[in-house]
């Protein structure tokens, strides 16, 4: 049930015309979705039997030094995680799939498209995580060097 649990949610609203008699075409209908989750968790996804880092590293760090250390801060920094992270609800129920056209025929004009964030289109993810931020903190000699 809506509010309880987890889920992706579609309310259909039906407009007919109650003046009497069957007119053709006398219904309206209109499609919305949405996304409902009270906890959104995102964890690292200990079930690839990944390493004990998962599958998260910094690739431009320096070979020699077991890959611990980025030595030219003058070179882009690239953070390597795929398959690091999980957002399972989301990821498990399919949640930023596409969404099937509804049984009964709404006209696209109404049918929720791609006109919200939770539109019929997927999202774009990788394992129910939409959005990923970095912050870098580098340290050189007695210059400090903070991006985020």
């Known amino acids: 049930m809506a509010g309880e649990d987890p889920g992706v949610f579609s309310v259909v609203m039906t ?4 003046s009497g008699g ?7 209908r209109t499609r919305r979705f949405y996304l409902y989750d009270a906890d959104s968790t995102i964890t690292v996804d200990d079930s690839a039997g990944l390493a004990e880092n998962g599958d ?3 690739s431009t760090t320096v070979a020699d030094t077991d890959f611990l250390w980025q030595t030219n801060l003058d070179q882009l920094i690239t953070v390597e995680y795929m398959d690091h992270f999980i957002q399972h609800t989301h990821h ?8 099937a056209e509804f ?12 006109t919200t964030e939770r539109s019929r289109q997927p999202i774009v ?3 129910g995580v939409v959005t990923f931020e970095t912050f870098v903190h580098a340290m050189c000699g007695e210059n400090r060097v903070t991006e985020s």
Do not use: H, R
């Open 125 to 127: 993810n990788q394992k």
């Open 92 to 99: 498990n129920g399919k949640f930023l799939n596409a969404i």
């Open 56 to 58: 998260m590293w910094i």
């Open 103 to 114: 049984f009964v025929p709404v006209p696209q004009a109404n049918d929720d498209v791609d």
């Open 22 to 28: 069957n007119e053709a075409g006398n219904i309206e």
């Open 15 to 18: 407009i007919e015309d109650a």
